[in-house]
């Protein structure tokens, strides 16, 4: 039966084994993610260690590694980074953290059921009363907003107080995307171009060539920089971004949002197999449709 000091040195290890890509931990480190004094956390090293649960590499840049006996332990499963399930604060993804298991104390209903999360990860960076997002789940696209009402260090489990509980709809991102599609030709001028952005009051539009193709988007941000630059007369081909984001109607509403999530962007174009437009999918379509809004 481990301690309730040697159960947090163990979680501690893990949570910064994870983000290390396979490097060892040194004792320093567990101590200060613990605030705890190095030479304790050497002393209760010799004891996980002769429990099987950590394993020590020699060397200048040696450590301690856990051993899958203390995934085990500490009833966390031993999988790939890819199969955790994201945390979001104010919509930014946290990185340091995930989730690997979800757990509910009744059954669900928004407002009136509480959730034990147990997490991989440092979860002192969350404070009681931070609102947070939790998923989409890989097996069900389960997405649980909450409230954090208890944070258990030792265990690292956060308890979360509910205030909606739903499964991403199975519909492809052509369901939801508004076909009134404004877009520009690679030919415009950018005077017009701004003209057309202004009058239609959007930030930004993907760029066609003459075979009504997606090839590119261009932004205000776009403009105002060529401007500064004094490309005034260039064309809309010469400033437009090439890095443009497309996907095919048929993709589903979960992958649409993982993609954003991971390119750090707010919106799709959707095209046809051509690559033809054939409409535009934003962060905001998506989540509305998820809360049943669309």
């Known amino acids: 039966m481990l301690t309730s000091v040697q159960k947090e040195i163990l979680q501690s290890l893990i949570n910064l084994y994870r983000n290390s890509k396979g490097k060892s931990i040194k004792g320093e480190e567990i101590a200060e993610m613990m605030n705890r004094n190095p030479g304790t956390i050497r002393n209760q090293m010799q004891s996980l260690r002769s429990l099987g649960l950590v394993k020590g590499v020699p060397g200048p840049r040696g450590g301690y590694k856990p051993t899958i006996e203390a995934y085990h332990t500490l009833n966390i499963s031993a999988t790939d980074n890819e199969a955790q399930v994201p945390i979001y604060m104010k919509g930014e993804k946290l990185e340091d953290i995930s989730v690997a298991k979800i757990e509910f104390t009744s059954i669900p209903h928004p407002g009136e059921c509480e959730a034990a999360i147990k997490a991989l990860g440092n979860i002192k960076q969350l404070d009681l009363g931070d609102r947070i997002r939790i998923g989409p789940t890989p097996v069900n696209k389960l997405v649980v907003n909450g409230v954090v009402v208890g944070r258990d260090d030792m265990d690292n489990i956060l308890l979360l107080d509910t205030t ?114 054939v409409g535009i999918v934003t962060r905001t379509d998506l989540l509305d449709k998820i809360a049943g809004l669309k």
């Open 164 to 277: 909606s509980i739903r499964s991403i709809p199975k519909k492809t991102v052509l369901d939801v995307a508004s076909h009134n599609l404004i877009t520009l030709d690679v030919d415009n001028d950018i005077k017009h171009a701004a003209e057309i952005l202004s009058t239609r009051d959007i930030e930004g539009a993907p760029v066609l060539d003459n075979e009504k193709r997606v090839v590119g988007i261009l932004t205000l941000s776009d403009i105002t920089r060529a401007i500064a630059q004094d490309k005034t007369r260039d064309k809309v081909k010469n400033i437009m971004s090439r890095k443009i984001i497309t996907v095919q109607g048929n993709v589903m509403i979960a992958e649409a949002i993982e993609i954003m999530t991971k390119k750090k962007i707010g919106r799709l174009i959707v095209t046809d197999a051509d690559r033809k437009p």
